[in-house]
C-alpha cells in the first residue's frame, strides 16, 4: 500500500539553529500534505500544509518544502527554541478522503 | 477554538474485557476518525466515518468496532480487549463530509490491557 515516512526518527539541535524535519511519500498523486506537531501527553496540533501547485509554502517560523520530482517535502523551523521540542508527523491527505501519517521525528532542542 | 474531547485520558482493563472509548467535537463537524499511535509506527487510521450511522474501515480494523449516532459523537469499541491493543487512542474531526483537510485532535486516551 501506499507509505508515509520520516528519514530520521529522532533529530538533537542546538536552541537558536535551523531544523530540517524531512519526510518520503510514495503516492505520486498525493497532492495535499500536513505536518503536525505533538507534544507529550498531547495530541497532535496542525502547523502548515501544503497543495501540490505549490513548492513552497512559509508560516510563523516554518516553512515546508515540496518536491514533487522525488516524492519528497520537508520542514523548516527558524531559530528553533526549547518550546519546539516534539515530536513532529507529515501526513498524506490523499489516500482515499483520509490521511496518512508519517512515523514521526522527535526533535530534541538542546540549551 | 474546535474542542475534540476523549471521555477517559488513562484505563486499564483486563483481557476479554469490553472498552468503551467515547470523543465528542463541539464544532459541528462531519468527519470524525479514530487513530491508535505505537512507539515506531506512527498513526494508523483504525476506523472513520462521514456521517451520523456511516462508518469505514481504516487500515487497521480489526478487532475494533465505532458507533456513530449522533454527529458529535463517535465511539470505539473493543468487543474483547487483548494485551495487543494496549496503546494511545487518538480520535480527530474534521469539516467538509469526505474532503481531506485539518484534522483536529483530541487529547488522547492511553489504555493498557493486563
Known amino acids: 500500500g501506499e507509505s508515509v515516512g520520516l528519514h530520521l526518527p529522532t533529530l538533537s539541535v542546538q536552541e537558536g539553529d535551523n531544523s530540517i524535519i524531512n519526510c518520503a511519500y510514495s503516492?505520486?498523486?498525493?497532492?495535499?500534505f500536513i505536518w503536525y506537531k505533538q507534544e507529550s501527553g498531547k495530541g497532535p496540533q496542525f502547523i502548515i500544509d501544503?497543495?501540490?501547485?505549490?513548492d513552497k509554502r512559509q508560516g510563523q517560523r516554518v516553512t515546508v518544502l515540496l518536491n514533487k520530482t522525488v516524492k519528497h517535502l520537508s520542514l523548516q523551523i527558524a531559530a528553533t527554541q526549547p518550546g519546539d521540542s516534539a515530536v513532529y508527523f507529515c501526513?498524506?491527505?490523499?489516500?482515499?478522503?483520509?490521511?496518512?501519517f508519517g512515523q514521526g521525528t522527535e526533535l530534541s532542542v538542546k540549551p | 477554538d474546535v474542542k475534540v474531547t476523549q471521555s477517559s485520558r488513562y484505563l486499564v482493563k483486563r483481557t476479554g474485557e469490553k472498552v468503551f472509548l467515547e470523543c465528542v467535537q463541539d464544532?459541528?463537524?462531519?468527519?470524525m476518525f479514530w487513530y491508535r499511535q505505537d512507539p515506531g509506527l506512527g498513526l494508523r487510521l483504525i476506523y472513520f466515518?462521514?456521517?451520523?450511522?456511516?462508518?469505514e474501515k481504516g487500515d487497521i480494523p480489526e478487532g475494533y468496532s465505532v458507533s456513530r449516532e449522533k454527529k458529535e459523537r463517535f465511539s470505539l469499541i473493543l468487543e474483547s480487549a487483548s494485551t495487543n491493543q494496549t496503546s494511545m487512542y487518538l480520535c480527530?474531526?474534521?469539516?467538509?463530509?469526505?474532503?481531506?483537510?485539518?484534522?483536529?485532535f483530541g487529547e488522547g486516551s492511553r489504555l493498557t490491557v493486563l
Open positions: 480527530a474531526s474534521s469539516p467538509g463530509q469526505g474532503v481531506v483537510g485539518e484534522l483536529f
Open positions: 503516492n505520486s498523486a498525493s497532492d495535499y
Open positions: 501544503i497543495r501540490s501547485n505549490m
Open positions: 501526513a498524506d491527505g490523499n489516500q482515499g478522503g483520509k490521511l496518512i
Open positions: 464544532m459541528d463537524h462531519e468527519n
Open positions: 466515518s462521514y456521517d451520523v450511522k456511516m462508518k
